[in-house]
C-alpha cells in the first residue's frame, strides 16, 4: 500500500529555519512529481512547492518564492523542504502528495495528486 510519511515539523521563531522531509513507499514512485501543500488554522489547504521524476521541473508559490527550497534525494522516493527565513504566516500543517506527471500548468492544484501524506504540523512565533 502506497504511503508517504512526512517528518520534520515543529515549532520555531520567525527568522528560523527549518526541514521537512517526506519518504514514499508500497510502491513504484517512478515517474511521480511530489508536492508540498499547507493549511492554514480556518483557511484553505494551499499550494506551496512541487518537483518533478527528474528535478528538472519545479515550481514555487509566490509567498515563499526565495524562501523555500523542495529537493528529492538520489533514489527519488524522498523530498526534502528546507524553509529558511521562517514568517508567522507560515504556520501550517503541511502535507506531502505525490502525483503522475508534470503538469503544464506546475502541478499546483490539488485534486491532480494521487496519494497525501497525513500532515506535520509547523508553528513559526513572532
Known amino acids: 500500500q502506497a504511503r508517504l510519511v512526512e517528518s520534520g515539523g515543529g515549532l520555531v521563531q520567525a527568522g528560523d529555519s527549518l526541514s521537512l522531509s517526506c519518504t514514499a513507499s508500497?510502491?513504484?514512485?517512478?515517474?511521480?512529481?511530489m508536492g508540498w501543500f499547507r493549511q492554514a488554522p480556518g483557511k484553505e489547504r494551499e499550494f506551496v512547492t512541487a518537483?518533478?521524476?527528474?528535478?528538472?521541473?519545479?515550481n514555487y508559490v509566490d509567498s515563499v518564492m526565495g524562501r523555500f527550497t523542495i529537493a528529492r534525494d538520489g533514489d527519488r522516493n524522498t523530498v526534502y523542504l528546507q524553509m529558511n527565513s521562517l514568517k508567522p504566516e507560515d504556520t501550517a500543517v503541511y502535507y506531502c502528495?505525490?502525483?503522475?506527471?508534470?503538469?503544464?500548468?506546475?502541478?499546483?492544484?490539488?485534486?491532480?495528486?494521487?496519494?497525501w501524506g497525513q500532515g506535520t504540523q509547523v508553528t513559526v512565533s513572532s
Open positions: 502528495a505525490a502525483r503522475y506527471g508534470w503538469s503544464e500548468r506546475g502541478s499546483k492544484r490539488e485534486d491532480e495528486y494521487e496519494y
Open positions: 518537483i518533478n521524476w527528474s528535478g528538472h521541473y519545479l
Open positions: 508500497g510502491r513504484t514512485f517512478s515517474g511521480y512529481t
